[in-house]
């Protein structure tokens, strides 16, 4: 079964673009990790704002904080679809890398993710 893919956007043949479970399940992850709370009306408790340390000096205590945020955030959002094995935050330069190794609930895929704030993910 096909999802909606996020961001929203029209395919090549002018209709909503579609997804696979595998990708949309990423998408979800991806929405939780940079949506900020407080940023949805109606949950004002969904996300876990890591946009907001694109400006915030990094450091190896920074990224042990967000591991702990990530995971919670994960678990608490999307535990129903997937299982968190690990978080891993790596704060190199002035990058930081949020790496997520999940399984998928409905299929027992192990997937892993990587994504980055305030650039390409």
Not at 1 to 12: L, S
Not at 28 to 42: A, D, K, Y
Request: aromatic share 8%.
């Amino acid at each position: 079964m096909n999802q909606v893919d996020y961001p929203f956007r029209f395919d090549n043949r002018g209709r909503t673009a579609d997804t696979t479970a595998d990708d949309h399940i990423r998408d979800l992850i991806e929405q939780v990790l940079f949506t900020s709370p407080g940023e949805r009306v109606n949950r004002p408790t969904f996300g876990c704002g890591l946009n907001q340390l694109v400006f915030s000096p990094n450091s190896p205590e920074l990224a042990a904080a967000t591991q702990f945020l990530v995971q919670g955030a994960l678990q608490q959002w999307l535990g129903d679809l997937i299982v968190v094995n690990s978080v891993h935050v790596d704060s190199e330069d002035s990058t930081l890398s949020v790496t997520i190794a999940y399984i998928v609930r409905q299929t027992q895929t192990q997937q892993t993710a990587v994504f980055t704030p305030g650039g390409a993910a």
